[in-house]
């Protein structure tokens, strides 16, 4: 364990609140912009009702505004246009652009002041213990580059926290293909269970995991403890209760969530061949001499190499063995190495994971663990951090979601009928439950824009969602139909023209063609293409306030963990860089057993 350290300083829950209280105050004049559907924007005339300005002008203030530096951290809101300015007290349109724009960047995450650095966090957690990562390490070549950004920065923090914490145990939540479990035990050493409730779709991990295995055998694995000099204990065989489905070392599960794209079915890792193998067995006959500690920041160099590989994976062979001592050791971690070459890498496991879910029954050698997960999808993260603060085996958290469209919120459509007792996704902490907040699913769905990639010029697609909501107005006033229960789907790629476009999208959604000919669809087009920037204004409008929306839900979880007796220390991180991984953003949490601070 690292020498102890104490944890950066996080806002309280006061400050908290008054964070919120500042955010509710804007959201409660802007929500309606971010509630808008761009399917209903002209048959609801959503501009007129909403925005009292051209659309020229607010295109042009969102440009300059976006050029304009970022506010101070430390910006208090006295700075700021009052909310009356940004919108109408009678009409509740907005006003003024530039004053919206620049409260919308005051509440998001990072200029909030909210989030702990994720390098003062390691530093603070590795103490002066040396990491053992490699910070030349290539992009994994099992992964795209998004996943391997996602897979080295986030498994660098848990293998960290684990450290912290004095856990060998993972479980990934989640787990999907097992990206990360895979590389949290390799690189590692870890312990890690992979659960995912979706058991299709597995082939690509089949064939990584076959590849794996395949040149496994040139190498035995050692973990992390054992470069450190800890005792080396390698997982047993892993026993799965009745009624979870393990699918052991050839096949791992895809998680059953939006965005991420997959590896294909011919995706694996590279075959190396043994000329490769050999040079770096010559480069080891000069370091076979050295100390331990010096021969395995040798072999930390080495993982360039092999980038799919743990530290101190290179089997030397006998004839370079020099020292008996040496040899007892290295032959009895080829003993251990041959047990774990027929077990897995890492256990994943086929099960549905809520708040509710005992981890006994799914695990039955659980023990003092670290809880992750990398891109939860809606209500799984929040069922994370309720499963962490609930079980007393969960020591410690790390969980990014994703999906916000997806999250169960209470106080939404509140006429069902609906279960007292049940665990919502949103809102989770007690200030915004008083408030009876509720967003909304387009709301959500809006909080999943991405305003970095945006202003990187990965701009919207608005052509496409121009067609969507003019073909709208066509079914709406021939077809009698104000809302489609259909989705129309990926038409437009597929079209050359907005004709082809409504062709094609009356025929999915079962409705008689005959109905519009040629000459009114294309009237439709003319009469709407002036008003095209309308909607391409709006829809920028509602990029800006994205992250308000994802603040407000950053914010509720983090509350929540505040207001747990059993949680020492809680953050927000921002782990990945926003344009690579527009959900970028952590929710830490460590128990009292963990905090040495």
Same mark, same amino acid.
């Given at each position: 364990?690292?020498?102890?350290?104490?944890?950066?300083?996080?806002?309280?829950?006061?400050?908290?609140?008054?964070?919120?209280?500042?955010?509710?105050?804007?959201?409660?004049?802007?929500? /309606?912009?971010?509630?808008?559907?761009? $399917?209903?924007?002209?048959?609801? @005339? $959503?501009?007129?009702?909403?925005?009292?300005?051209?659309?020229?002008?607010?295109?042009?203030?969102?440009?300059?505004?976006?050029?304009?530096?970022?506010?101070?951290?430390?910006?208090?809101?006295?700075?700021?246009?009052?909310?009356?300015?940004?919108?109408?007290?009678? @009409?509740?349109?907005?006003?003024?652009?530039?004053?919206?724009?620049?409260?919308?960047?005051?509440?998001?995450?990072?200029?909030?002041?909210?989030?702990?650095?994720?390098?003062?966090?390691?530093?603070?957690?590795?103490?002066?213990?040396?990491?053992?990562?490699?910070?030349?390490?290539?992009?994994?070549?099992?992964?795209?580059?998004?996943?391997?950004?996602?897979?080295?920065?986030?498994?660098?923090?848990?293998?960290?926290?684990?450290?912290?914490?004095?856990?060998?145990?993972?479980?990934?939540?989640?787990?999907?293909?097992?990206?990360?479990?895979?590389?949290?035990?390799?690189?590692?050493?870890?312990?890690?269970?992979?659960?995912?409730?979706?058991?299709?779709?597995?082939?690509?991990?089949?064939?990584?995991?076959?590849?794996?295995?395949?040149?496994? @055998?040139?190498?035995?694995?050692? &973990?992390?403890?054992?470069?450190?000099?800890?005792?080396?204990?390698?997982?047993?065989?892993?026993?799965?209760?009745?009624?979870?489905?393990?699918?052991?070392? /050839?096949?791992? $599960?895809?998680?059953?969530?939006?965005?991420?794209?997959?590896?294909?079915?011919?995706?694996?890792?590279?075959?190396?061949?043994?000329?490769?193998? @050999?040079? =770096?067995?010559?480069?080891?006959?000069?370091?076979?001499?050295?100390?331990?500690?010096?021969?395995?920041?040798?072999?930390?160099?080495?993982?360039?190499?092999?980038?799919?590989?743990?530290?101190?994976?290179?089997?030397?062979?006998?004839?370079?063995?020099?020292?008996?001592?040496?040899?007892?050791?290295?032959?009895?971690?080829?003993?251990?190495?041959?047990?774990?070459?027929?077990?897995?890498?890492? &256990?994943?496991?086929?099960?549905?994971?809520?708040?509710?879910?005992?981890?006994?029954?799914? =695990?039955?050698?659980?023990?003092?663990?670290?809880?992750?997960?990398?891109?939860?999808?809606?209500?799984?993260?929040?069922?994370?951090?309720?499963?962490?603060?609930?079980?007393?085996?969960?020591? /410690?958290?790390?969980?990014?979601?994703?999906?916000?469209?997806?999250? &169960?919120?209470?106080?939404?459509?509140?006429?069902?009928?609906? +279960?007292?007792?049940?665990?919502?996704?949103?809102?989770?902490?007690?200030?915004?439950?008083?408030?009876?907040?509720?967003?909304?699913?387009?709301?959500?769905?809006?909080? +999943?824009?991405?305003?970095?990639?945006?202003?990187?010029?990965?701009?919207?697609?608005?052509?496409?969602?121009?067609?969507?909501?003019?073909?709208?107005?066509?079914?709406?006033?021939?077809?009698?139909? &104000?809302?489609?229960?259909?989705?129309?789907?990926?038409?437009?790629?597929?079209?050359?023209?907005?004709?082809?476009?409504?062709?094609?999208?009356?025929?999915?959604?079962?409705?008689?063609?005959?109905?519009?000919?040629?000459?009114?669809?294309?009237?439709?087009?003319?009469?709407?293409?002036?008003?095209?920037?309308?909607?391409?204004?709006?829809?920028?409008?509602?990029?800006?306030?994205?992250?308000?929306?994802?603040?407000?839900?950053?914010?509720?979880?983090? +509350?929540?963990?505040?207001?747990?007796?059993?949680?020492?220390?809680?953050?927000?991180?921002?782990?990945?860089?926003?344009?690579?991984?527009?959900?970028?953003?952590?929710?830490?949490?460590?128990?009292?057993?963990?905090?040495?601070?």
């Amino acid at each position: 364990m690292a020498a102890a350290c104490p944890l950066p300083r996080t806002p309280d829950l006061p400050t908290l609140h008054d964070k919120l209280q500042g955010l509710l105050s804007f959201l409660r004049g802007a929500l /309606a912009i971010s509630s808008a559907h761009t $399917v209903d924007f002209y048959t609801k @005339s $959503v501009w007129q009702e909403l925005v009292d300005l051209p659309p020229e002008s607010v295109l042009a203030a969102l440009r300059e505004s976006a050029v304009e530096a970022e506010p101070r951290e430390a910006e208090t809101g006295s700075g700021f246009t009052e909310l009356p300015k940004i919108f109408c007290e009678t @009409s509740q349109k907005l006003l003024s652009v530039e004053a919206f724009a620049r409260t919308a960047k005051h509440y998001s995450v990072q200029n909030l002041g909210l989030c702990t650095p994720s390098e003062q966090l390691l530093t603070a957690l590795q103490g002066n213990k040396r990491q053992r990562v490699d910070e030349n390490v290539k992009a994994i070549e099992f992964m795209n580059t998004k996943k391997s950004h996602e897979v080295q920065a986030m498994s660098e923090l848990i293998c960290s926290i684990a450290d912290y914490c004095g856990l060998k145990q993972i479980i990934d939540v989640g787990s999907g293909k097992g990206y990360l479990s895979s590389f949290l035990s390799l690189k590692y050493g870890l312990n890690v269970y992979g659960i995912d409730s979706s058991n299709t779709n597995t082939h690509g991990a089949k064939e990584r995991n076959r590849k794996l295995k395949k040149h496994w @055998s040139l190498y035995h694995p050692h &973990s992390r403890a054992d470069a450190n000099g800890w005792a080396s204990e390698r997982p047993r065989e892993l026993k799965v209760p009745k009624g979870v489905e393990c699918k052991g070392d /050839a096949e791992s $599960v895809q998680r059953s969530r939006l965005g991420n794209p997959d590896l294909s079915a011919t995706d694996g890792l590279p075959d190396f061949s043994g000329s490769a193998i @050999s040079v =770096i067995r010559k480069q080891q006959k000069n370091v076979l001499a050295q100390p331990a500690e010096e021969e395995n920041l040798y072999f930390e160099d080495a993982f360039s190499l092999i980038d799919f590989l743990p530290v101190d994976a290179i089997e030397p062979t006998s004839s370079q063995v020099q020292n008996t001592e040496k040899s007892g050791l290295r032959k009895e971690r080829r003993n251990t190495a041959s047990k774990a070459r027929d077990s897995s890498i890492y &256990s994943p496991l086929t099960s549905f994971i809520t708040a509710d879910s005992q981890l006994h029954d799914i =695990i039955e050698d659980l023990e003092d663990c670290l809880m992750v997960g990398l891109h939860t999808c809606g209500d799984l993260a929040p069922s994370t951090l309720r499963i962490f603060t609930s079980k007393a085996e969960v020591k /410690a958290v790390c969980s990014v979601g994703c999906c916000y469209h997806l999250l &169960s919120e209470e106080f939404e459509n509140q006429h069902k009928d609906r +279960c007292a007792n049940e665990n919502w996704g949103f809102p989770m902490c007690h200030y915004l439950k008083e408030e009876r907040w509720c967003c909304g699913r387009n709301a959500r769905m809006s909080a +999943c824009l991405a305003l970095q990639r945006v202003a990187v010029g990965q701009g919207l697609p608005t052509e496409s969602l121009f067609y969507r909501a003019v073909l709208q107005n066509i079914i709406k006033d021939y077809y009698g139909i &104000s809302k489609c229960e259909q989705h129309v789907g990926k038409i437009y790629s597929k079209c050359s023209s907005f004709l082809e476009y409504v062709r094609m999208s009356l025929k999915k959604l079962g409705l008689d063609e005959s109905k519009v000919s040629e000459e009114i669809i294309m009237d439709y087009y003319e009469n709407y293409k002036p008003r095209m920037n309308e909607l391409e204004a709006f829809n920028m409008l509602k990029v800006v306030l994205a992250p308000c929306i994802e603040t407000l839900i950053l914010l509720d979880r983090l +509350c929540y963990l505040k207001e747990q007796d059993g949680v020492a220390w809680s953050a927000l991180v921002k782990l990945f860089d926003p344009v690579q991984s527009p959900r970028c953003y952590a929710v830490i949490a460590l128990k009292k057993q963990c905090d040495r601070g």
